[in-house]
């Protein structure tokens, strides 16, 4: 089944820097991989998505890559701000068929320091 | 519009008891998820309804765990003789539909088995 690795586990930036997470899939057939943000005692909420037939989505200071053929897909947050801080998660599936579930990374916590 | 609610948003109860675990979709999806959020970790898939009917419960633990969801919309996961290892948070997603990508999550309900 499908194997979702995500790095780091935690990652510290001042505010107005960049964060990027990193993630890895073995599922050569995903072909949806969203990213959650999750704040303390909330359930996780969609911040961007990108599927398969796409390389890069952007949405004003977040983008997604995806590189296929390497099976990983990152997060890019630009001029963080401290609002920023929460764990998120990467996600992948195998979209259309009679599945449809996520399968989640462990997580990155990001602390934007102000 | 409303999103996913949740009911009860905590539960306490004691090893061996039984307890259901309350979701309301958003209005409209006919796909339903159920996932399981230990501390520090991401959403483990539960199970998957399409309309009434379970299409996916291979992420179910054990014989203890079961979901319905009888009407098309709300549905309710039940656990019988509760351990001390179920204590997680549980968190409930709907979509549009099977082969519509984003899921939207309920807050969760956080069960604690004493």
């Known amino acids: 089944g499908e194997n979702v690795e995500q790095h780091p586990s935690t990652l510290s930036v001042q505010e107005g820097d960049s964060a990027v997470i990193k993630c890895t899939y073995s599922?050569?057939?995903?072909?949806?991989f969203p990213w959650y943000k999750q704040e303390l005692g909330k359930g996780p909420q969609l911040i961007i998505d990108i599927r398969s037939n796409v390389g890069e989505k952007k949405d004003q200071r977040i983008a997604v890559t995806l590189n296929k053929t390497a099976k990983h897909f990152s997060l890019h947050i630009t001029e963080t701000q401290p609002e920023d801080s929460a764990v998120y998660f990467c996600a992948a599936s195998i979209n259309g068929g009679s599945q449809g579930n996520l399968i989640f990374g462990k997580g990155t916590k990001l602390s934007v320091k102000p | 519009g409303a999103g996913v609610s949740q009911t009860p948003s905590n539960k306490v109860t004691e090893k061996g008891k039984y307890v259901e675990l309350r979701c309301d979709p958003i209005?409209?999806?006919?796909?339903l998820y159920w996932y399981r959020q230990s501390l520090g970790q991401g959403p483990e898939f539960l199970i998957y309804f399409q309309g009434t009917g379970a299409a996916d419960d291979s992420g179910l633990p054990n014989d203890r765990f079961f979901a319905v969801r009888p009407e098309g919309s709300v549905s309710t996961l039940k656990i019988q003789r509760t351990e001390r290892g179920d204590s997680a948070v549980y968190l409930c997603a709907s979509s549009l539909a099977h082969s519509t990508d984003t899921q939207y999550f309920g807050p969760g309900t956080r069960l604690t088995v004493l």
């Open positions: 599922d050569s057939a995903s072909n949806y």
């Open positions: 209005s409209g999806h006919t796909a």
